[in-house]
């Protein structure tokens, strides 16, 4: 049974990088299509980012104004999203979701069907 698990969270500053990190057990990678998802206190989950089988990607406009980089290392079974000059707005409980791959990526969550338990990112001086 595939498990995504999220890794990379924590404590920054704001203006600092982190790069998460979503690996898997039971399964590879390399056949997803894998989306990276956030979601703050009394907010809906939103999309951010994803990146197909393929490598093909897609960036949320509203979110990541060009501060999400998205990246796959499939010898390492693993995406990564590393998200630049953080601000508070960016804390939320961060999501990486998986799909076998229809050729494309996308942001709606509804639409994968693995998902891991979420790393926290807080953003504070």
């Known amino acids: 049974q595939l498990q995504l698990v999220e890794s990379g969270g924590g404590l920054v500053r704001p203006g600092g990088s982190l790069r998460l990190a979503c690996g898997a057990s039971?399964?590879?990678?390399?056949?997803?299509?894998i989306g990276w998802f956030r979601q703050a206190p009394g907010k809906e989950r939103e999309g951010v980012s994803c990146?197909?089988?393929?490598?093909?990607?897609?960036v949320s406009v509203d979110s990541g104004n060009g501060r999400f980089t998205i990246s796959r290392d499939n010898a390492k079974n693993t995406v990564y999203l590393r998200i630049d000059s953080l601000s508070p707005e960016d804390a939320a409980v961060y999501y990486c979701?998986?799909?076998?791959?229809?050729?494309?990526?996308?942001?709606?969550?509804?639409?994968?069907?693995?998902w891991g338990q979420g790393t926290q990112v807080t953003v504070s001086s």
């Open positions: 979701e998986g799909r076998p791959t229809k050729g494309h990526c996308t942001l709606e969550s509804a639409r994968y069907d693995y």
């Open positions: 039971g399964s590879t990678l390399d056949y997803l299509d």
């Open positions: 990146i197909d089988s393929r490598g093909s990607t897609m």
